[in-house]
């Protein structure tokens, strides 16, 4: 029976699979349904997404990241300090490295279980949409930070609708065809964010958000004066910590940093992703 070695990891409450693919231990035609089958929760392993550790000539490896749903995305950050990691620790790659993906070259370094990825520069940002829902306009801002993320400033994060604007923004003609990642975001201070997700390819809100905390901190230095660097606290709970260089509304040097634990080691049986759902 085949086995797959992999590890878990959590990037501040993001949940992940990463698994060592340099020798094509999973095919790339038969990716997307090997990480549909996998990230199941209850079902077989369980994660929000999946990420697999390729070779690269030019860089110290490259990395493919799928959502839950077998889509794969061109970026993720809390993903991106997760793939570091376990690249430092199955020695794949220095403490400081760099590899690349569909959205670029991510530069990381490794400080114990903290990791700090700096990211390809962000797209221009669009403010002030008026998103209508229902009958009612929402003022939204959007921006791609290797992903598409909009963000909605609310005053009490808890209250947010996350589900139902959340999914309705996701799909909603202004982001078509790609779609958007939802960020409902409180500014507490010049340097503090409170934020919850709503995430594309999972589809439902997820405990925390890598490119959404940058989407969020970029957005609200343009919209609400906040200031690098600024820390942003997800729904796990988990801080996560952005920073940036600001000319204008053209953002450089953005860095994500926040915690990525290697929660355990595991061999995969070929059960965990040889089953059919009616």
């Not at 990716?31 to 929760?41: D, I, L, Q, Y």
Request: charged residues 25%; glycine residues 8%.
């Amino acid at each position: 029976m085949k086995k797959i070695p992999f590890m878990k990891f959590s990037g501040a409450g993001n949940d992940f699979i990463v698994i060592d693919n340099r020798d094509r231990v999973i095919q790339p035609k038969a990716m997307a349904s090997f990480v549909t089958h996998v990230c199941r929760h209850h079902l077989s392993v369980g994660a929000d997404g999946l990420i697999f550790i390729e070779k690269s000539r030019k860089a110290d490896f490259r990395w493919r990241f799928f959502n839950d749903d077998g889509g794969e995305a061109t970026f993720c950050g809390n993903g991106a300090r997760c793939a570091a990691r376990f690249a430092y620790l199955k020695k794949i790659a220095p403490k400081a490295m760099r590899f690349e993906g569909t959205a670029g070259t991510v530069e990381a370094e490794v400080h114990g279980y903290r990791v700090t990825v700096r990211v390809p520069d962000p797209s221009a940002a669009q403010l002030n949409l008026h998103i209508p829902i229902e009958g009612t306009l929402h003022e939204g801002h959007a921006i791609n930070t290797g992903v598409p993320h909009c963000v909605y400033f609310v005053p009490n994060t808890v209250q947010a609708d996350v589900l139902g604007i959340g999914r309705v923004t996701r799909f909603h003609d202004l982001f078509e065809p790609a779609g958007t990642n939802v960020n409902f975001g409180r500014v507490v201070d010049r340097h503090t964010i409170h934020l919850r997700t709503y995430e594309r390819g999972v589809e439902a809100e997820t405990l925390a958000c890598g490119s959404g905390s940058i989407a969020a901190a970029l957005i609200a230095a343009l919209v609400h004066k906040v200031e690098s660097p600024v820390t942003v606290v997800p729904k796990s709970g988990l801080p996560l910590s952005v920073t940036f260089r600001r000319d204008g509304e053209r953002f450089t040097d953005v860095t994500l940093t926040g915690e990525a634990r290697a929660i355990y080691d595991g061999l995969m049986r070929s059960d965990a992703w040889e089953y059919e759902l009616l």
